[in-house]
């Protein structure tokens, strides 16, 4: 378990690339899980990049964002390390990037 070090939200585990990534569900945060505290400074500046990158990739749905009232969001599924049931689907608004999670 991680937190956001600038909002202070519990971090999701994104499995990347065959790399652990935790993102902040609020601002887009992301640390690379790794021992080295190199690499999470080298990330939190490719943020935008890396972000653009993931989005284009994802399936838009159908979905009215609770912020900004647009009805279009990327979605993806985390599934729990733990492996018990479901996991937990993911929207991010294609107007205003905000995040927010459904837990199945
Ligand atoms: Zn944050
Ligand atoms: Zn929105």
């Given at each position: 378990?991680?937190?956001?070090?600038?909002?202070?939200?519990?971090?999701?585990?994104?499995?990347?690339?065959?790399?652990?990534?935790?993102?902040?569900?609020?601002?887009?945060?992301?640390?690379?899980?790794?021992?080295?505290?190199?690499?999470?400074?080298?990330?939190?500046?490719?943020?935008?990049?890396?972000?653009?990158?993931?989005?284009?990739?994802?399936?838009i749905v159908k979905v009215?964002?609770?912020?900004?009232?647009?009805?279009?969001?990327?979605t993806?599924?985390?599934?729990?390390?733990?492996?018990?049931?479901?996991?937990?689907?993911?929207?991010?608004?294609?107007?205003?990037?905000?995040?927010?999670?459904?837990?199945?």
């Amino acid at each position: 378990m991680r937190y956001c070090p600038e909002c202070k939200e519990l971090m999701y585990l994104e499995e990347r690339d065959g790399e652990i990534h935790y993102v902040c569900p609020s601002c887009g945060y992301e640390i690379i899980h790794d021992s080295s505290e190199l690499s999470i400074s080298v990330v939190r500046e490719n943020k935008v990049l890396v972000l653009d990158r993931d989005t284009t990739a994802e399936p838009i749905v159908k979905v009215e964002c609770p912020k900004c009232g647009n009805n279009e969001a990327y979605t993806w599924i985390v599934q729990t390390r733990s492996g018990d049931e479901g996991g937990t689907v993911f929207y991010r608004c294609t107007r205003c990037r905000y995040t927010w999670r459904i837990y199945t």
